[in-house]
């Protein structure tokens, strides 16, 4: 069992560190599978978008590994030639081929007692998924032109932002080597499903980016913000990061405005508004408005109890925020009813703000914009 091999490792000394930023529900799931993974040996598909984090997910691992100590060897399996592919990854013999005028190690002879990282394994040719899939399985190979098996002790990470499963039904993957990868299938979810943490990476970037460069940051604006958040990043944490160094160049000794934030982006302020985005969990976005929306009423429920006890010309007082739900409605009132209400008082109580509004029900802007539309919300009624 995984679980209960990692929490006696864990028990054991080995302390988890983490430089994966993030509050948002899937970073902290995530941070708490690398910290049940980590310990142990086994072997970990990690899948996601470009430039979503794999490797920084990878680097997690190893550091958080008994291995730590050990050589971290990244391989990008996309970069190499298939002619020599094999060559880098298990090592060649002197006079194999041409060209090879020495003996040489491969990536996982410099890997031995460590971990090998193999980003963009979807890349691999499938000669040589035959011959990886033999050393995943009994940590056996055999170096190119060699003719002695050679014995190897690695943890193998491997990362794709490609659907395997697409590439075995093209007969572009091996379904053995796919299976024998994916033991534990850690899945990074892209940054615009996660917008509660852009605003803590890009804090961190200019940090990182000022105190390296010695660039003066003045400050941005809420609005300027709010358009960062709201842009959908298609190339995730890497884009935001090229992003944020590239706006701090070209806007230093300077507060940073809206209009930099979208010459930076090269897009009008229409094309910022996160009005509905293809490829959201919507029945993960129900629960957690629908999480706030009953907290929010069984508070509302609380101070009527509490009101209940008071003398009867105050029984019928408003709680504090404001918003109010007469006794003999909230009884009955069902899920949808419920929701209508709340947003409707908050749309008019904010002016139609969607950044205050999410801020205070603490879901996301585009939940709030398709819900609007859902039930007709506009200037406060029902139409």
Not at 1 to 20: A, E, H, T
Not at 245 to 264: A, M
Not at 307 to 317: G, P, R, V
């Amino acid at each position: 069992m995984i679980g209960d091999n990692s929490q006696k490792m864990l028990k054991q000394g080995n302390s988890y560190k983490s430089d994966l930023l993030g509050e948002s529900i899937p970073i902290v799931e995530l941070r708490e599978i690398i910290k049940q993974v980590a310990p142990t040996d086994v072997t970990v598909l990690i899948t996601g978008e470009s430039g979503s984090g794999k490797e920084v997910v990878a680097n997690e691992i190893y550091k958080n590994s008994s291995r730590s100590a050990k050589p971290f060897i990244t391989v990008n399996c996309g970069a190499i030639p298939e002619g020599i592919i094999e060559s880098e990854l298990f090592g060649h013999i002197k006079g194999s081929f041409t060209g090879a005028i020495e003996n040489r190690k491969g990536y996982f002879e410099a890997a031995n007692g460590g971990t090998i990282f193999l980003d963009e394994i979807g890349e691999l040719p499938l000669q040589t998924q035959v011959k990886f899939l033999r050393v995943i399985e009994n940590g056996e190979y055999m170096k190119v032109g060699g003719t002695k098996t050679e014995k190897v002790d690695v943890r193998i990470l491997a990362a794709t932002n490609k659907n395997l499963e697409q590439l075995i039904a093209s007969n572009s993957f091996r379904e053995d080597l796919y299976y024998r990868l994916r033991s534990i299938n850690i899945v990074i979810p892209p940054l615009r499903e996660r917008k509660g943490d852009i605003k803590i990476l890009f804090d961190n970037f200019v940090k990182q980016f000022t105190e390296r460069n010695s660039v003066n940051f003045k400050g941005i604006t809420a609005d300027a913000m709010d358009s960062i958040i709201n842009y959908n990043w298609p190339g995730n944490v890497r884009q935001l990061k090229n992003f944020t160094e590239s706006l701090l160049t070209l806007n230093s000794d300077k507060i940073i405005e809206t209009e930099d934030v979208l010459r930076q982006l090269g897009m009008p302020k229409a094309e910022i508004m996160p009005a509905e985005i293809n490829g959201f969990n919507k029945q993960d976005e129900r629960q957690l408005l629908f999480g706030a929306l009953y907290e929010l009423k069984k508070d509302i429920m609380d101070i009527k109890h509490q009101l209940s006890t008071l003398e009867s010309s105050k029984a019928n007082a408003e709680p504090e925020d404001g918003f109010y739900i007469s006794d003999d409605k909230i009884d009955n009132i069902t899920y949808d009813e419920f929701e209508q209400e709340v947003l409707t008082y908050y749309y008019n109580k904010y002016n139609g703000n969607i950044n205050r509004i999410a801020d205070k029900l603490k879901i996301s802007n585009r939940t709030l914009y398709r819900k609007f539309k859902q039930y007709g919300i506009k200037n406060g009624k029902y139409n």
